[in-house]
Each structure stands twice: as C-alpha cells, then as structure tokens.
C-alpha cells in the first residue's frame, strides 16, 4: 500500500503549463500547475487534478520551441504506455517565451529525471530533439530563410548601394541564427537521465 501521507510530505509544485494532447493546436494554454511527490505526478486539470504513478511512466521527451524575436522554452512530453501524454512547457498561456517560468521548467525537468534515474536501466526511454523528418523540414527551411533574408538583402546592398538594406540583412540574420539554433539544440538523440542536455534547458 502507498502511504498517501509520505506522498504528501514529499510533494514539489511547479507553476507550469500542462496538456494531454500535445499534437492539438491551441490558442492559449489553461492547465497550469504540475507536482511530483514520492509516488506519482500529477497535474491540474479543467475538472481538478489527474495523477500517474510514477512508475507508470514509460518515455521522456524533451525539445525546445523557438519563437522569433522572443527566443525558445522547452517541452517535455511524458508517455505513460498506452494512455495520452502529458506535456509540460516552459512557456507562457501564449506559448511565448517567460523568463519567470524558465527557471521552473529545468528544476522540474531535473527533479523528474532525478526520480525516474533510479528505476532499472531500460525501464524508461529518453530522447531528445524532435523527429527526422520535422528535422529535415526545418534544415530546408534555414537554407531558403538564410537566402532570403540575409543573402539576398546583402546582394542588394552591394548592387544598389542602398545601405538601408543593411537592417534588413542584419535582422534576416538574426533570424537564420535562431533557426540554426534550433535545428542544433533538436536533433534527435538519446540521453542519459542523469545527464540532462543542458542545451535543452532554459
């Protein structure tokens, strides 16, 4: 038998954003709050709170959002067999970037990881980075976004004169700064739960 009460006691909050469909689009987030206790997670629900054990837990999957001009926040998606996933963001009810909640997300992604390290090597997948194909979509997209928006506005510079170009060429390069980091810090790998990549934390 769990000993609710033991649970209790060793309860962690953190005042993030949560949803079980990670795929669906949606405008603004409502879920917020999840906590890790000696046994379970748990989550705010529209109704309530939802709870896993935690041994329940089969995969972990981090990535990082990026947001031009706002920067990235990470993701972690939780899988729990054969039920829905469970995914927790760094991110505002907007899905922007927040500095405060930054903070948050890596020390629940550790605490997490720290407690699914103990478990028998295997019983739980971790990887990182998102999948080959939205892997390659997005290398695609630098290549045209680099010609677009930094290449072409320096070739007008240099054939026009026109040095107006110039904030055009430097923004477009910082936007194919972003992206690149994007595509590094999300290629997809496998990690060791006791060594979180740090590039996948605020």
């Not at 922007?96 to 720290?114: M, N, Q, S, T």
């Not at 045209?144 to 477009?172: E, H, K, Q, S």
């Not at 590094?184 to 990549?197: A, G, I, L, M, T």
Request: some cysteine.
């Amino acid at each position: 038998m769990l000993d609710a009460s033991g649970d209790e006691a060793q309860r962690r909050d953190y005042g993030l954003f949560v949803r079980r469909n990670p795929g669906r689009f949606a405008l603004k987030l409502s879920d917020e709050g999840v906590a890790i206790t000696g046994h379970r997670l748990l989550w705010t629900t529209a109704t309530g709170e939802d709870s896993r054990l935690l041994s329940d837990i089969s995969a972990v999957d981090l990535s990082v959002a990026y947001i031009d001009r706002h920067g990235d926040f990470g993701s972690c998606i939780i899988h729990f067999g054969g039920a829905t996933p469970l995914q927790v963001v760094g991110s505002s009810a907007f899905g922007f970037p927040d500095d405060e909640r930054g903070p948050v997300y890596a020390g629940f992604v550790r605490d997490l990881h720290k407690t699914l390290a103990a478990r028998p090597t295997g019983a739980v997948r971790f990887s990182a980075g998102v999948s080959e194909g939205r892997l390659q979509v997005m290398q695609v997209l630098l290549v045209i976004a680099a010609l677009l928006f930094a290449a072409l506005p320096l070739v007008l510079v240099l054939l026009t004169g026109d040095l107006r170009m110039l904030a055009a060429t430097m923004a477009g390069g910082l936007l194919v700064a972003g992206l690149h980091g994007w595509v590094q810090k999300n290629r997809p790998r496998s990690y060791d739960p006791h060594h979180v990549p740090p590039e996948l934390l605020p």
